[in-house]
């Protein structure tokens, strides 16, 4: 998932200015070279301020059942101070660090030393060895693919274990969640601590690193492209799926039992959540390959944005929903639940249709089908780091004709019915659906930045083809 806007390219140089004796004057895409204060201003206070966010969010549904103006009324009115609401609040635990360090190694151990068989025996699935795209030094990373793989293999021993045997009651999540909450940042920062060492100290791809001059831009947006340790392990692609999402379908689970074990059922709301949730994780799996292609990994560095973004923000964030549905056990009508199934259903159509046309389109060089008619496409270049000129097309046919990230349209009807089906007693659950509307409209227009800049010219003639980047007529 990718996009961005603005065509005023910014200036670019490689690490030192020269490239084969020459001076670089080609453009080149990734995070910025340089700095405005507005960026440093937004970096410096999401260093400051995401942590407590989180905290603030899964404090509120732990002491005032997911009210978030509860303690700010609290502290406002005398009742309570920031002391007692800290002593409430459950401190790490060994038994979390435990559990948090098998989970970890068990996810490390599934990336690394399990090669991918499911490509094997599934019909239409990618896995194994693929590559990447090429990255603004002109480098093509191999991966190995096995995140689908590592999904069932986690799933089949959560059931066995927790279900079968009995070992642990599939409630340790939820009864852990706080513990676990500073076991996660915990990793979340010593990983991008190291990730950053590692760019200054022994790079993977010394080319392909960016230094802006500042240190907290430095250090959150990252300086290596693809950190790697080793011939296969690549930080972004374990981060960005592995333990977060992984992780995102049995953190739902252990919420549902939880529902069960103090109101006796499950409702059909967390049911709602957890099925639209869970065909999301799957797609994502199941279109790892094409996620290669995608913003995360094709103009991402890697930082503490994506380190601990991947270890706290999104597992502790995205799950609100089935969180507040344990303390809420929203029962809905029948028309209000089909309802809500039919958006997200809709959503997840018209996400997933809208990427596997460009994904076909770039397969096939477009010589394909795109609702039955043959693709059009603007013809462009650019320029890697090392004077290679490589050729592109931009799709402007089905999906990718109405808007140029439609896509993202769909994810927010999902993202949507996620906090409908939580009903309208609190705003905590509607947090995701208004954070994702940022996000992607952020994406939007930093990936068109960089589009503008990697283009040049060809990306004012595809958007003078597509003229809307997001909802035809409005944006």
Known sequence: MAAKSQPSAPKTKSLDGITNGRTTSQGQWGRAWEVDWFSLASVIFLLLFAPFIVYYFIMACDQYSCALTGPVVDIATGRAQLSDIWAKTPPITRKAAQLYTFWVTLQVLLYTSLPDFCHKFLPGYVGGIQEGAVTPAGIVNKYQINGLQAWLVTHLLWFVTAHLLSWFSPTIIFDNWIPLLWCANILGYAVSTFAMVKGYLFPTSARDRKFTGNFFYNYMMGIEFNPRIGEWFDFKLFFNGRPGIVTWTLINLSFAAKQRELHGHVTNAMVLVNVLQAIYVLDFFWNETWYLKTIDICHDHFGWYLGWGDCVWLPYLYTLQGLYLVYH???????????????????????????????????TDGRCLIWGRKPKAIECSYTSADGQKHHSKLLVSGFWGVARHFNYVGDLMGSLAYCLACGGGHLLPYFYIIYMAILLTHRCLRDEHRCASKYGPDWERYTAAVPYRLLPGIF
């Open 329 to 363: 056990p929203v029962e809905l009508s029948t028309p209000h639940a089909v309802g809500i199934l039919l958006l997200g259903l809709v959503g997840y159509y018209i996400f997933r249709v809208a990427n596997h046309q460009k994904d076909l389109f770039r397969r």
